[in-house]
């Protein structure tokens, strides 16, 4: 997640997802953007419109007061037939479940349910809980890696997405602007941790016993670096030297360059760039370096499995 929009989340989410598949495990990837791009990344738009729309996206499951309460996220859940078709070789699998337009709108619902009449405490956990209360049914315990792609806001579909991760990683342009709202993004989700378990406490008082959620930053990842022999321009260089220098969070050494063409193709062919390129190509070697350190990241704090 980031704040700002366009630094390249989804792009991140999808090839992360996809190198990760190709190395052996099975991915599980959540859209929680309304703009559905990660979606789109691994469906047509035709696709979408005739047999996912109607019953087979994550909107069904907000759509219940409280969510999921009919439709049980595991029946969400897709296989990308052409992602999959690419990586049977590995052993690897990738599904998802998928976004809808309307999610646009889930907010206002969710702000509704806040105030069902009960516990002030118990409608802030049923809203703000209520995704990874799902993500712990055993079905999704046969992954090794769930990845949740976000909204660029902290409303409260990306908050149930915040109570639900173990790990949130930022992706950003070396740019001011997008680097400008680490700090703050960091301030909120320590805010939103604290007030998240005041509540469980209040709820485990009443007689309902409630988890504690425990969130860290894995870091920021640069994206849509400018390359010139071999590294960052020097303006890019000074942007991620300043993030590193003000130590808000880690700051992940790979970087993924701006390649429009490569990118602009995983749309309609439902396959990322990483698992379309050459193993030379230095794209696919930058987004697997990338995916390498990350994974070890998460090894080294406990996950993946």
């Not at 559905?36 to 996206?57: C, I, P, Q």
């Amino acid at each position: 997640m980031n704040y700002k929009g366009g630094v390249g989340k989804t792009t991140l989410t999808a090839n992360l997802a996809a190198e990760t598949a190709r190395l052996g495990y099975r991915v599980l990837t959540v859209d929680l953007d309304p703009q559905s791009n990660l979606t789109f990344s691994f469906y047509s738009a035709a696709d979408w419109h005739e047999d996912l729309r109607e019953s087979r996206t994550i909107k069904c499951w907000f759509d219940t007061r409280p969510p999921g309460r009919d439709v049980p996220l595991r029946d969400l859940v897709l296989t990308p037939p052409r992602v999959n078709h690419v990586l049977k070789k590995h052993l690897g699998q990738l599904d998802m479940i998928a976004s809808h337009l309307g999610l646009i709108d889930i907010d206002l619902q969710l702000a509704l349910a806040l105030h069902d009449g009960r516990d002030p405490a118990l409608g802030y956990l049923t809203v703000h809980g209520a995704l990874g209360e799902a993500l712990r049914d055993p079905f999704f315990q046969t992954y090794d890696l769930v990845l949740i792609d976000c909204a660029p806001n902290f409303g409260l579909v990306t908050k149930s997405a915040i109570a639900a991760s173990d790990y949130i990683i930022v992706p950003a342009k070396p740019d001011y602007l997008s680097t400008l709202g680490i700090g703050y993004m960091v301030g909120s989700l320590h805010h939103l941790v604290d007030e998240f378990n005041t509540m469980a406490d209040r709820a485990t008082a009443l007689g309902y016993p409630t988890r504690h959620v425990t969130p860290e930053i894995a870091g920021a990842v640069f994206t849509m670096t400018h390359i010139h022999d071999g590294r960052p321009i020097n303006a890019q260089r000074n942007q991620i030297a300043q993030v590193y220098a003000e130590g808000i969070t880690r700051v992940f050494r790979a970087t993924v360059r701006n390649s429009a063409r490569y990118f602009a193709e995983a749309g309609e062919s439902g396959v990322p760039a990483v698992l379309r390129g050459a193993q030379s190509d230095l794209l696919t070697v930058e987004l697997r370096a990338l995916t390498d350190e990350i994974l070890s990241a998460l090894t080294e704090k406990g996950s993946p499995r």
